[in-house]
């Protein structure tokens, strides 16, 4: 059957992992709007520099859905530092490939996984090398990863 | 099997049975090129003639005034750049709308490049464009006034009759994209009063690769294509016959059937805005439920993106359109419910489903059913919500 998307996406897409959120989040990190079209929001649970719980929360496409199930599973175990580390390419493997017009939803989960450590290395004073440069809130054009609103 | 329920006949159309039968001896036995002399061309040129014939009856022609073309927007492209350019002399204007079909736009952008000024009348809140808007838009160096007739995502149907007799008053020539409105409305050019016409026989169940572009008499357009002298020397090339006798077949399928058509389409469609509007909160109907076409309901879901529905209903073998911007190339809203003045993330969550002449009431009743368990699913995944705001 032709399909637009592989069967690994549409069983993340149909059958999310980690929906949800929490009631005392460690930290939360919200990326993209309703205007763009998609929005994240992931939230973390941490022992001992380690995320134990990750829940999302998504506004969107397909494949942002997918991406957001596939990520927040990723995070899941893995130290901060580990987290840091995983890039949009990781999660599109992870996946195995997007529609290539569909790649910018995989770069909305890594930066919202992002979003949620600097919220929670902000709560404990806490520094991430990995960090180094993120602003959740800078670049108004960045965090609409190519929506383009221009209208005639 | 899993039901399949196309709700897409804006897309396009499946070929009726009749017509793909009307086609088929055309392709390898009735095969002669009308342009040949002999009896297996003439015969073929008579099918041709009784084709144009049955197109120029669904719309109050003369046949002498129809021109088969490859698809509507060959039509739209020919009628609005030719008549633009020969006309370049006497002013380089044309004003159209913000709710035309791509093949009007970018025929339009194709102009402004070349040194044309176009003016984007906007739509009011229902979807439908102000005449006095057009008045004041005209000036000495209007040549071309083209509007579409009934819109492809929110079914709205302009009054071209009125649009038409103002853009001639000041002397432009008035051209309308039918693509939507054939076979789906009455159609009469003469009492419309339009110079140019678009149509497609794709959307009336007839084959794809075949067009039409209505030019009334006395009308001067450059030719599209130089070779043959087929169409009457404006667009050579051996004729799509199979394609063009389908079109035939589909015209006057629809001619005999229209009222029922329009009748049967229309109280499916309302049915269906009923039930989704009774078993489904926050909602949103975009553009007017008065003059629209009988098979278009557009509705915009709140706190969910429609592509993500789309592809839930596909899952369970359910076909629609949406307008929102994760589903095309360029990843931009539709400017059809941008021009209309619907938020943008309401535009994320729309969905357009056009009925036809194959859907039935349990198609319905099964949509409206997986709509509920998909956009509650939806819902209950995403990161906005009423509690939340937009």
Sequence with gaps: MATLYNDK???????????????????????????????????????????????????????????????????????????????????????????????????????????????????????????????????????????????? | MKRQVYLDYSATTPVKDEVLQAMLPYFSQNFGNPSSLYTIGQESKQALEDARERVAALIGASPREIFFTSSGTEADNWAVIESAESRAKKGKHIVTTKIEHHALLHSCEYLEKNGFKVTYLDIDAEGFVDPALLERSLTDETTLVSIMFANNEIGTVQPIEELAKIAKRRGALFHTDAVQALGNIPIDVRALGVDMMSVSAHKI?????????????????????????????????????????????????????????????????????????????????????????????????????GEALLLLLDLDGIAVSTGSACSSASLTPSHVLTALGVPVEMIHGSLRFTVGDFTTKEDIDYTVECLVKNVEKLRNISSVSKEKGW
């Design chain 2, 205 to 305: 169940y007839g084959p794809k690769g075949i067009g039409a572009l209505y030019i009334r008499k006395g009308v001067t357009l450059p030719s599209l294509l130089h070779g043959g002298g087929q169409e009457n020397k404006k667009r050579a090339g051996t004729e799509n016959l199979t394609g063009i006798v389908g079109f035939g077949k589909a015209a006057e399928l629809s001619a005999r059937n229209l009222d029922t058509h329009i009748e049967r389409l229309t109280e499916l469609r309302d049915y269906f805005l009923g039930k989704i509007r009774e078993s489904i909160p926050d909602i949103l109907v975009n553009g007017s439920l008065a003059r629209r076409l009988p098979g278009n309901l557009n509705v915009t879901f709140k706190y969910i993106e």
């Design chain 1, 9 to 152: 996406v549409i069983k993340h897409f149909t059958d999310p992992h980690n929906v949800g959120e929490m009631q005392n989040p460690d930290g939360e990190g919200t990326y993209g709007s309703p205007v763009c079209g998609d929005m994240m929001k992931i939230s973390i649970k941490v022992e001992n520099g380690v995320i134990v719980d990750a829940k999302f929360k998504t506004f969107g496409c397909g494949s942002a859905i997918a991406s957001s199930s596939v990520a927040t599973d990723m995070i899941k175990g893995k130290t901060i530092e580990e987290a840091l580390k995983i890039t949009n390419q990781d999660v599109l493997d992870e996946l195995g490939g997007l529609p290539a017009i569909k790649v910018h939803c995989s770069v909305l989960a890594d930066h919202a996984i992002r979003a949620a450590i600097y919220d929670y290395a902000q709560r404990n004073g806490k520094y991430y090398a990995g960090l180094e440069g993120f602003d959740p809130n800078a670049d108004e054009e960045d965090r609409n990863h190519g929506c383009d609103m221009e209208n005639r």
